[in-house]
């Protein structure tokens, strides 16, 4: 059974259809990413995939069950987004326990799940710094953490390092694969840039226009792009 499957997905802001119906089935543990140039409709699909936006046509599955109308807390994902979205006025501690608010769960179980994320994330001697006090890389780590504390079957990842700088953007690359594969999760990521997506991609979705242009290995994609349009983005010899 697919971790995800996009069947015909439309989406349409009022008369302007901005997601054509792609399709797209993504097997458990695979690292997907969606690359594309800015406007192609990245985003938006991320945010079919989790609830945030209404499917204007088409059905989203995930773990075999369609979620279109299921709310985004009670999908099994979690998105990591670029602008981080931490509180201000909240502590690393308060702001990773937020991904559990939800869910009402007991003080106990929260405080070790915390404890675990921030193990996993090098965040322990950080747990009472607010957001202001801490690194570009920290703050990307403690939006991770709150994912993670709901330990969900899909990451979503939505351009999570656009804002840092091109050295720590190549540390936390690395950083969200080896979580990646540690959580055992199926991850969705999206990008603008085809370095990131070449070096992160098991499959590499090349969308353009609110379409999907090719889906393939980094490597086939590289080597055998479908047309004219993958290879100028992906830089593929001529
Ligand atoms: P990407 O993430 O690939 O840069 P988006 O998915 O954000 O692209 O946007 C796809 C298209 O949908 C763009 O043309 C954008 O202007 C449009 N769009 C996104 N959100 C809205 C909205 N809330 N209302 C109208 N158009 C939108
Ligand atoms: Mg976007």
């Known amino acids: 059974m697919s971790a995800v499957e996009i069947n015909d997905v439309v989406k349409r802001y009022g008369a302007l259809e901005v997601v054509h119906g792609i399709n797209l089935s993504i097997q458990p543990k695979e690292f997907v990413v969606l690359v594309g140039p800015s406007g192609c409709g990245k985003s938006t699909t991320l945010r079919m995939v989790a609830g945030l936006e209404d499917i204007s ?3 989203v599955s995930i773990g075999g069950r369609t979620v279109n109308k299921v709310a985004p807390k009670d999908r099994d994902v979690a998105m990591v987004f670029q602008n981080y979205a931490l509180y201000p006025h909240l502590d690393v501690a308060e702001n990773i326990a937020f991904g559990l608010r939800v869910r009402r769960e007991k003080k106990d179980v929260v405080n070790q799940a915390v404890a675990e994320a921030a193990h996993i994330l090098g965040l322990t001697d950080y747990l009472k710094r607010k957001p202001a006090d801490l690194s570009g890389g920290q703050r ?5 953490g709150r994912a ?15 804002n840092l700088d091109a050295k720590l953007r190549t540390h936390m690359r690395a950083e969200i694969k ?5 959580m055992e999760a ?3 990521y999206v990008t603008h840039d085809q370095v990131e997506a070449m070096t992160l ?6 969308m353009n226009n609110g379409h999907i242009e090719q889906v393939g290995s980094p490597m086939d994609v590289f080597l055998e792009p479908a047309n004219t349009f993958v290879a100028s983005f992906i830089g593929s010899p001529p």
Request: glycine fraction near 6%; proline fraction near 5%; hydrophobic fraction near 45%.
């Open 57 to 59: 046509g088409g059905t």
């Open 140 to 144: 990307q780590r403690v939006a991770m």
């Open 148 to 162: 993670i504390v709901r330990k969900p079957k899909v990451f979503l990842f939505d351009e999570p390092l656009s």
């Open 178 to 182: 080896l979580l990646h594969r540690r």
């Open 186 to 188: 199926t991850s969705i």
């Open 201 to 206: 991609a098991d499959r590499i979705v090349i």
